[in-house]
């Protein structure tokens, strides 16, 4: 039906003639000569008719609406000059439509303009998600998609020999992780099946079968709160291979990532990517995903004042907590007192991230501290100059306190890192910072259920030198972060039943639990099970941040929305009693189907 594409037209083809294929977009009537652009997925051209020129395209042209699919016949021509469009890679060329067929119009209302144009509420782009992916923006987003997967693809099989397998869909639920969703059987009634969180189980298998190296690109589900950077389905590039190292595992992964910045972006990284421990990590950063694209780092102080005279930095010591300095360069000219007291945005700030408020020190010229209320009291010149020393603070530079359980600390002083990095401009937009956060905690122990459970899943193996110690072992865990966020995380997995099972028995599981979920994993161990690791990255999240957007719903084709709604197709929704029947399930609150609530109400 085309013998060219939209965009593809180039002076090449002038006094060509040729037949495309579009939607209709920026219909113009200039007192009788009627010009549109003509739109496919690689752009757009200018399409003119008029009843002297074109005289079998003006009646047709004369009855067009926005977004009709049309099929035109012209020849290629040069505009006339001073009418070219710069902003258009063809806009120096025309098209006279010889022939012009309306092969479907619109026939209602357009809900908006896929061409962009006044802003779209989000819902409104999601209920009609087929005229968002027809923009420019979610078009390109859905094609360097596929051009991050096909390098993936190219790089693992070619140049690494890696083995593409596909693991089920339908699997037996092990509830360890996220809430599963879950699928009743027909045939086994009152059993169920639940969606895979991770292929984790059936990688780790095929590596007892000798498969070496595996990958998938793979649909995973969890039924959890939402977020920017999540769905409740979402794509993963599941990575495993025996005989390997941690070395090795980091080397390979720095290789592919390398590969595909180059292969997208244009971008050359160097290899090796910095390392962090999980310890340096929280404590320069408050967090195990560090942006280390600007250099504001927290400062421990809190042996400095574990014996302070001001009861919030002592109190917060002798419970076990922390007190720790985030210094802000040049922040007394930036920072007003306004903002860090009660009622200030940092101060609210903070606090909603969990801690319970914020203290600050102004270093003035002389390096004298400029206090306020008890800090000013009971600082003794001693903690003074050590506070100076730890944190290398000059004259002009602000030092913004945290103090409380470590959790919190961290957590609201990270939040406020972050924050400031943005506002102070200390963030360069197009760097890119990746490093592999390493030496996890092995499990961490869950105060409310009064239990240990896995940092990362209980199948991470445990470092060799801390086998004796298992509640305070470091993991054989790495994760991958980039400008902040993790794009995956991987371990050395546990391949002797002994080993797993000392696992099991620490986040409580009993024999006849872990065996009854884990059986069939345990057995496979004993039948020559090989060292094996690997490593899962968010393709998603990946996408996202290669293509600069702030949510994985702009590089998804039909993402839910953050309740985990399809305003699309209007899922969740009721299904019919005889289905029910046939599936042996009964609602607890029967109720007609007319009386359930629509998705979007």
């Known amino acids: 039906m085309r013998s060219h594409w939209c965009g593809q037209i180039s002076s090449a083809e002038v006094g060509q003639a040729v037949q495309l294929c579009g939607w209709v977009e920026y219909y113009r009537d200039h007192g009788g000569v009627i010009f549109f652009d003509l739109r496919d997925y690689t752009g757009r051209v200018q399409i003119v008719s008029d009843p002297e020129r074109t005289p079998a395209s003006y009646p047709v042209a004369q009855q067009l609406r926005l977004e009709s699919v049309v099929q035109i016949a012209g020849t290629v021509s040069q505009r006339p000059t001073g009418s070219e469009n710069p902003r258009l890679p063809t806009g120096a060329l025309e098209i006279y439509a010889t022939e012009l067929v309306v092969l479907n119009p619109v026939t209602r209302p357009l809900p908006f303009l896929p061409s962009g144009g006044d802003p779209v509420r989000e819902e409104l782009r999601l209920k009609y998600r087929y005229l968002t992916i027809r923009g420019d923006k979610l078009q390109q987003n859905l094609r360097l998609r596929h051009q991050v997967v096909q390098s993936i693809r190219r790089y693992l099989e070619d140049r690494l020999g890696f083995l593409e397998v596909e693991t089920p869909m339908l699997t037996r639920s092990t509830p360890e992780g996220a809430r599963d969703y879950l699928v009743p059987s027909r045939i086994y009634p009152g059993q169920w099946y639940a969606l895979p969180q991770s292929p984790q189980l059936f990688k780790q298998l095929l590596m007892v079968g000798g498969c070496d190296r595996y990958y998938q690109i793979v649909r995973c589900f969890r039924d959890e709160d939402l977020r920017a950077d999540r769905q409740p389905e979402f794509t993963q590039l599941d990575v495993e291979l ?64 574990a014996d302070s005279g001001f009861r919030v930095f002592r109190e917060a010591v002798q419970n076990g907590g922390l007190v720790k300095i985030l210094p802000v360069p040049g922040g007394n000219e930036k920072i007003s007192n306004v903002r860090i007291k009660p009622g200030g945005d940092l101060f609210k700030l903070v606090t909603e991230a969990g801690g319970k408020g914020l203290a600050y020190i102004r270093v003035r010229e002389g390096f004298e501290l400029d206090t306020i209320g008890a800090i000013k009291e009971h600082l003794t010149e001693a903690q003074k100059q050590a506070i100076l020393e730890r944190t290398h603070a000059q004259p002009g530079d602000l030092l913004l306190f945290g103090a409380g359980p470590a959790h919190l600390v961290n957590k609201s002083l990270d939040h406020l890192r972050q924050y400031l990095g943005r506002e102070l401009d200390l963030i360069d937009p197009q760097a890119v910072s990746l490093l592999w956060v390493v030496d996890f905690p092995l499990v961490e122990w869950n105060p409310e259920q009064q239990r240990y459970e896995a940092l990362h899943h209980p199948f991470t193996a445990p470092h060799p030198d801390d086998l004796g110690h298992l509640e305070t072992a470091r993991a054989l865990a790495y994760d991958l972060v980039w400008n902040g966020t993790e794009i995956g995380g991987g371990s050395l997995r546990n391949y002797q039943r002994s080993t797993q099972e000392k696992i099991f028995n620490l986040i409580g599981l009993s024999p006849a639990e872990y065996e009854e979920k884990f059986g069939f994993l345990l057995e496979a161990l004993e039948y020559g099970a090989p060292p094996h690791g690997g490593i899962a990255y968010g393709l998603d999240r990946w996408v996202m941040l290669l293509a600069g957007e702030d949510s994985i719903r702009e590089v998804m084709a039909f993402p839910k929305t953050q309740q985990a709604r399809d305003l699309l197709t209007d899922a969740p929704a009721a299904v019919l009693p005889e289905q029910l029947k046939e599936l042996h399930v009964r609602m607890a609150s029967p109720r007609k189907l007319s009386e359930l609530p629509k998705p979007h109400e």
Request: glycine share 4%; hydrophobic share 40%.
């Open 242 to 305: 025996s005989f390997t190292s941690i070395p090795e595992m980091l080397r390979i992964n720095e290789e592919l990532v390398c590969h595909v910045f180059y292969k997208i972006k244009g971008i050359e990284l160097t290899a090796p990517f910095p390392r962090l421990t999980y310890q340096q990590a929280m404590e320069w950063y408050g967090t195990d995903r560090p942006d280390t694209r600007f250099d504001l780092k927290l400062v421990n102080v809190s042996d400095v004042l």
